[in-house]
């Protein structure tokens, strides 16, 4: 089966620019997870999706990231405006479901930022 | 919130040998512990997991130990091969939803 898959897979931004990745999940899994992995850590969730709704962005940095996952399919991730401290691998995972026995996440090749 | 904790944060051993690499979670409401493996530049994939109602699960020459009590959970590499190079995360679930709390990684390095 097709992995996730996303792009950009390299950007390149000086700060206070914009920019939008993009993920497209395995197809018919629900649930839909943005990493931001910093060089040297481990992922750290920024947001869940549940098909097309909010399970949890409390992570978030909600003053500059966004994002959405419009028909419970394909997500967009944004920042706006970019910071120094925002250069990190942007991974997307997905999983069948979020319940028990159907939480396995795949993950995509992510996206590598670097802000100049 | 969930706290994962992972030693060593490198490990070198010789061809052969066995690797052994730990992690503690803070949420004893915890339930599904899986372990990624991620090689430079390539995205993180899964090489085993165990729930919190099994103690240990083996596949081939990996097996993971669960100790609820403890709040620890071990991965063990059996006679290791330079292919296995590469960072590990563990990562624990909290009871509370499908929030994934990753370890901070152990570099692995396998010596000829």
């Known amino acids: 089966e097709a992995g996730v898959a996303q792009s950009p897979r390299y950007k390149i931004i000086e700060k206070r620019q914009s920019v939008a990745f993009w993920c497209n999940p395995i197809?018919?899994?629900?649930?839909l997870y943005w990493y931001q992995q910093i060089l040297g850590q481990g992922p750290k969730l920024l947001i869940q999706?549940?098909?097309?709704?909010?399970?949890?962005d409390s992570q978030l940095p909600k003053d500059r990231f966004s994002a959405e996952r419009l028909k419970g399919v394909d997500s967009t991730l944004k920042i706006q405006p970019a910071k120094l401290e925002d250069s990190a691998v942007y991974l997307c995972?997905?999983?069948?479901?979020?319940?028990?026995?159907?939480?396995?996440?795949?993950f995509g090749p992510g996206t590598r930022l670097l802000v100049l | 919130g969930e706290n994962v904790e992972q030693h060593p944060s490198t490990l070198s051993v010789q061809e052969g040998d066995s690797a052994v690499i730990k992690c503690t979670y803070s949420?004893?409401?915890?339930?599904?512990f899986p372990w990624y493996k991620q090689e430079l530049g390539k995205r993180p994939q899964l090489i085993i997991d165990?729930?919190?109602?099994?103690g240990e699960k083996k596949d081939q020459r990996i097996a993971v130990t669960l100790n609820k009590t403890a709040k620890h959970f071990s991965l063990h590499i059996t006679e290791t091969q330079p292919e296995d190079s590469a960072v590990y995360f563990c990562?624990?679930?909290?009871?509370?939803?499908?929030?994934?709390?990753f370890g901070t990684g152990t570099q692995l390095k396998v010596e000829l």
């Open positions: 995972a997905s999983s069948l479901e979020g319940v028990s026995y159907q939480e396995t996440q795949y």
């Open positions: 197809s018919g899994h629900a649930t």
């Open positions: 999706f549940q098909n097309n709704g909010v399970v949890d």
């Open positions: 949420d004893s409401a915890s339930n599904y």
């Open positions: 165990i729930r919190s109602n099994v």
């Open positions: 990562a624990a679930k909290g009871g509370g939803g499908n929030k994934l709390t």
